[in-house]
């Protein structure tokens, strides 16, 4: 049972704009600040967002991220199919002394 | 340019150990934090274990705590975790990553090295 929650998949078609929610508690997602990762598969996952909304080098302006309370959201506006992957949140959690990992969203470009 | 290479995964009976290293080059190894991740297969990410630049600071998931032992060698650039007392759950691809800041996110990934722990 994981800490963080997301929604096992969702979908969309090219264009369209989508979100994926990350669900956690007072002590990850509500007291600091939330990252997002991409897996595309058979890779490994890179940095999509960190500090909740900022874009590392090179990451498309179409990911944007947000929080309010103990939830956040990433989304991708402008679907494109190379954007078919699972992406995970990810948070430290002040009580665990842990980082800790949503499930996964599978991504899926229609 | 920037490159993490895990090594030393394979297959260990269950209550053996493996050693596992990352070795990285195209920064400053020493400047910053680095961490171990795991992934089971077809499952989501578990973060494994975190250390400070001089290895001040190392924290370590519960669920490995008193078995793995993150290190590290600044003068050969390189990240270990001892693994101890394996068990079949351990089973996973682990990856090591460059912490960005403190916490700030985990910006540089090795291709992971898989271990097999099964009799």
């Known amino acids: 049972q994981s800490i963080l929650t997301q929604p096992p998949s969702v ?3 090219p264009g369209q704009r989508v979100t994926i929610s990350c669900s956690g508690g007072r002590s990850n997602v509500g007291s600091g600040t939330v990252n997002w990762y991409q897996q595309l ?4 996952p890179k940095l999509l967002l960190y500090s909740t909304n900022q874009r590392p080098s090179g990451v498309p302006d179409r990911f944007s991220g947000s929080k309010s309370g103990t939830s956040a959201s990433l989304a991708i506006s402008g679907l494109q199919s190379e954007d078919e992957a699972d992406y995970h949140c990810a948070a430290w959690d002040d009580s665990l002394n842990a980082y800790v990992f949503g499930p996964g969203t599978k991504v899926t470009v229609l | 340019q920037v490159h993490l290479v895990e090594s030393g995964g394979g297959l260990v ?3 053996g150990s493996l050693r596992l290293s990352c070795e990285v080059s195209g920064f400053i190894f020493s400047d910053w934090y680095m961490t171990w991740i795991r992934q089971t297969p077809g499952k989501g990410l578990e973060w494994v274990s975190y250390i400070t630049s001089r290895s001040e600071i190392i924290y370590y998931a519960e669920s490995v705590k008193g078995r793995f032992t993150i290190s590290r060698d600044n003068a050969k650039n390189s990240l270990y975790l ?3 007392s394996l068990r079949a759950e351990d089973t996973a691809v682990y990856y090591c990553a460059r912490v960005m800041g403190v916490l700030d996110g985990f910006d540089i990934w ?3 090295t898989a271990v097999t722990v099964s009799s």
């Open chain 1, 11 to 13: 979908s969309g078609t």
């Open chain 1, 41 to 44: 598969p058979g890779t490994a």
């Open chain 2, 13 to 15: 009976k269950p209550g």
């Open chain 2, 82 to 84: 001892q693994m101890n």
């Open chain 2, 110 to 112: 090795g291709q992971g």
